[in-house]
């Protein structure tokens, strides 16, 4: 018998958490903190587990949602197992120390109890790692059964991976978060040869009509000319960014271009902990496979956003800046520049990903030249002076490529997690149209789903 649980992550993008019992071995599938949420409210909910057999954490990849709340669980469950691959492993070494100052200030304490530096220190060194396609055995002394476990690279960041379970007949293949297509850095996702019985996927951009997202080099074309369009004019250009994945992802492509002289060389602004992780993007160049093996990010010319005196300096001279977050969450480099920017006529706000539309970051991206927006409660209305732009650089598989797996991979049933309700409805209900037969389920957070 398998049983399937979430304790987040169903029908919202966030605090990604689901439990599998694969015949008395439990098996945690990644382990995410809600970017959007605070205090105990952003935690998957743990206490489900509790009369429940837990042996195994895997973690598909190292960003918030799917990995932040690692040590919570830990505290809770001290005696799980933890396996991520090498990069992940890196990656979370930095992430979650990174986190702690971030959760301190968010929250308060005395309800809150935030993990320390020892702790992650600690979590860390018990973490053990598989390399890309490196089977490995997971069992319990619960249970007489064997699971066989294997990462496949799923194209999204460093690191990322799909799960692959196998239970005597059963197969079972997690997507995580998956791009089926190559970006500058990262190839596109690897998939399993064999036929899946259950196919755990997400539906990120179930609601996103694809014929607006343009291959990535056509879109690095528009970004480029559009880039030259503000920098020929004087002004400069504030691109947000997630400092795990789409930092790496645009300062090789900005880098690329300038050296094809597709875009005029000027000064690029990066800061903070993106540039730690450039150089495990560098140290794993070769043993993930990336597109430009030659390229080093951490010798591409950067300035540094810290060793600013002050941000208006940046309007002095036409320059490019790739600033965290990469929804303008409030308090964050990117939401403190764009609150300048916005009123700078000769400047521009390139978006080239994902928006939470409950963050400043999506009010800023629908905005125009002459609106009047309020990015947070307690901040003024500020004329858009600025130009806004968005472009589609996406780490996610198309909607339709989605469905393409599901025609590859063949599954009986279908669980769709990791996507608001509109994306899961459209997800679901083209796979039943195109695969009458199926068992598709829209998973819910807390409710349990069981199979033979």
Known sequence: MIQFLPLGGAGEIGANCYYLNINDIGVILDCGMHPQKTGLDSLPKFDLLEDKPTDYVLISHAHQDHLNALPFLIKKFPHLKIITTPQTRAVAELTLHNAISILKRQVDESEFEIYSRDEVDLLIKSINYKSYNEKFTLDSLNSSAKVEAEFLNAGHIIGSAGILLTFKDKRIFFTGD????????????????????????????????????????????????????????????????????????????IW???????????????????????????YNRYVVNLNQKELLLYEIPQKGLNELKDFDDLFKIPSIILASSGMMVESTYSFMLAKRWLHNKDSAIFTVGYMDPSTPGSIIESARKGDKIQLTKKDRKIEVNCEVKNFRFSAHSKREELVLLVNKLKPNTVILVHGDKEAIDWMGATILKQHPGKKVYAAENFREIIFD
């Open 256 to 282: 690329l271009q300038m050296q094809r002289n597709k875009i005029t060389r000027v000064d690029i602004y990066t800061g903070g902990i993106g540039n730690k992780i450039n150089r495990i993007y560098d």
């Open 178 to 253: 998956i791009n089926l297509s190559s970006q500058t850095l990262l190839p596109g996702a690897n998939l399993p040869s064999e036929k899946i019985d259950i196919l755990i996927t997400e539906a990120t951009y179930g609601t996103t009509d694809s014929s607006i997202i343009n291959e990535w080099e056509k879109e690095v074309d528009r970004f480029s000319s559009s880039i030259n369009k503000v920098i020929n004019n004087g002004g400069s250009v504030l691109i947000p960014v997630f400092a795990l994945g789409k930092l790496q992802e645009m300062l090789a492509t």
